[in-house]
């Protein structure tokens, strides 16, 4: 029978990506998602950024002060705690994407996230802050008792568990709300992960600015309680948009697809790969795998089609057929062709990272060795971040509004750069930001007076370096998000963001290493090195040009990965048809 005018007018007004609503019906376009939902997500993402920056951005100053560390211990604990919090990204992705969707697991890991929270909110009120108000400049603190340091690690990675399961899973959840099949909502989801990127900046602006000064003044307990507070709030407002939310449902385990995918090419590593159109896969509109689109076949990593090709046993065999460990389909050998080719574009984001976190580091300690006075104005070093964030808002201002015009003319393409283009200019802008900071650095020890003290210098010669860092950003990390997100197939998509978040954490742990080898090589018994405890005796700015040549490497290999790349072809010209099934 054909499908009546009702019939088709109730199609057309679900989704066709396969999203649900929360009783897993198909979602409903009008009632469901679209900028509704993200809305309330980006405001639940600036509140959870907002904590995360109030603890996050002065934490190296609350090791020198509370926890007594040199600038070395304190630059290489903050590197390994940022590292942590995106590698738990990874976990965060695999449960999301695997076995408990989305939604649960961003509500799960904000939960965690509270709770260390709250526990650090405790310990620095009752144990690690003593005396009252101490941990200004010049106010001694007591030593820490070894409860108060354990509660302290515990609850700061409780808060990096929290914060990194939680990230690339609301990064998809909210890109989630929007059809891409619908060119409308399509291009919502593009403009998402702008915003998505400015509700971090908007977010952390607060932290950066009212929290770091409070903070810098000795008023470490109540900076930690505005966070918990803030992270309490952005969980309620979570739930309470949970019956408008679009849903996909979990893919299960990709880790065993992948393996299947392998072990079968091994298996047949002498069979003769056929044309594209003989490899297996399975008749009608769906995948095998469910929950995921077909995938067209690529001509890239040739030997995995080797999976896919349906040899003499097997015709002979009928249960190879139906075994994934012996046979294939071309969805899912691509779906691990996917994965292989985004990772050499991921490794050349790792440099760029280890730029990115110094400014969370290293910019912080060169600051606090300048004049930090703007007349009576006390500014603390770490609050110089505010030019990261507002350079973060001008640039997505301008790239939108100016850029993408521009060249979408000049290019024809609707988004003005394609996301490897953009990732490329920000390494180029970062680069930069290193040279800058480096020439800022020899420009403080000019005009270093005594030894001891800090350098007449201004700290708003750092204003350079933080804008520059800023719009990196923006082409490099937007660019990440919409790039990983777009790339991953459907079973995968958490963990294309989570790649952005791992990239940041493998940043942080090579900046360790790094910091560590060139200490290690430059110090000796008369010489303080690069990065000694006094940075008035060191030499930081070659550690900056250090960072910039890498970076100029980088490029180099970056667009070798860029110019091999060839992205995903989903296979959307067959027709759907959507079989409407309600559960009540």
């Avoid at 003319?409 to 920000?426: D, F, K, Y």
Wanted: aromatic content about 12%; some cysteine.
């Amino acid at each position: 029978m054909a499908p009546t005018a009702v019939d088709s007018k109730r199609i057309s007004d679900i989704t066709e990506d396969g999203s649900m609503d929360r009783r897993g019906n198909p979602a409903v376009k009008a009632k469901t998602g679209k900028w509704r939902s993200s809305i309330l997500l980006l405001v639940n993402y600036g509140l959870v950024t907002c904590a995360f920056f109030g603890v996050g951005v002065n934490l190296v100053v609350f090791l020198r002060r509370v926890l007594h560390q040199d600038n070395a211990e304190a630059a290489n604990s903050i590197s390994k705690w940022t590292g942590t919090v995106y590698i738990f990204s990874l976990i965060g992705a695999f449960m999301s994407d695997s076995y408990w969707g989305r939604y649960i697991t961003c509500a799960i890991f904000q939960l965690i996230y509270v709770t260390g929270l709250v526990i650090l909110s405790l310990a620095s009120w009752f144990l690690l802050v003593k005396p009252t108000g101490c941990g200004a400049a010049g106010a001694h603190c007591d030593a820490p008792s070894t409860a108060g340091v354990a509660l302290f690690y515990l609850s700061t990675y409780m808060i990096a568990f929290g914060n990194g399961g939680y990230q690339p899973s609301i990064a998809t959840f909210g890109s989630d709300q929007f059809d891409e099949t619908d060119p409308r909502e399509a291009r919502s989801k593009v403009a998402f992960f702008s915003y998505f990127y400015l509700a971090l900046n908007v977010g952390s602006l607060f932290s950066n600015t009212v929290l770091v000064y409070y903070e810098d003044e000795g008023r470490w307990v109540m900076g930690f309680w505005v966070s918990a507070a803030a992270a309490a709030m952005a969980l309620v407002l979570f739930l309470l948009g949970t019956p408008n939310y679009r849903h996909f449902k979990p893919t299960g385990n990709p880790l065993t697809r992948i393996a299947q995918v392998f072990v079968a090419a091994f298996l047949k590593w002498r069979a003769e790969v056929p044309r594209s159109e003989l490899l297996h896969e399975v008749d009608g509109d769906e995948s095998q795998i469910a929950g995921i689109r077909k995938i067209l076949h690529s001509d890239q990593i040739r030997f995995l089609d080797k999976a896919a090709t349906i040899t003499e046993e097997d015709y002979c065999t009928p249960e190879n057929m139906q075994n994934p460990w012996r046979l294939c389909t071309v969805t899912q050998v691509e779906e691990v062709k996917c994965i292989l080719k985004m990772l050499p574009i991921w490794l050349c984001t790792i440099v760029y990272s280890v730029v990115f976190t110094q400014m969370a580091s290293l910019f912080v300690e060169q600051g606090t060795t300048m004049n930090t006075n703007i007349g009576s104005f006390h500014v603390p070093a770490a609050s110089m971040s505010v030019f990261d964030i507002l350079s973060v808002l001008a640039f997505i201002a301008l790239y939108r509004r100016v850029l993408v015009p521009v060249m979408s003319r000049l290019s024809g393409n609707p988004q003005g750069l394609t996301e490897l283009q953009r990732m490329g200019v920000g390494l180029v802008v970062g680069m930069a930001a290193m040279v800058v900071a480096g020439v800022v650095e020899v420009e403080r020890l000019k005009q270093v007076v005594e030894p001891d003290q800090p350098s007449s210098l201004s700290v708003l010669w750092q204003v350079p370096q933080y804008a520059l860092i800023g719009a990196s950003e923006v082409f490099m990390y937007v660019g990440q998000l919409e790039f990983f997100n777009g790339q991953a197939p459907d079973g995968v998509k958490s963990f294309g963001s989570s790649l952005c978040m791992a990239s940041i954490s493998l940043g942080n742990y090579v900046s360790i290493m790094l910091v560590s080898v060139v200490t290690s090589l430059t110090a000796g018994d008369r010489r303080p090195g690069w990065i000694p405890g006094n940075l008035n005796s060191g030499h930081l700015d070659r550690f900056y040009f250090l960072l910039a040549a890498l970076s100029l490497v980088d490029l180099a290999v970056y667009v070798a990965c860029a110019v091999w790349y060839k992205g995903i072809k989903l296979d959307s010209n067959e027709e759907k048809v959507n079989k409407i099934t309600v559960h009540v």
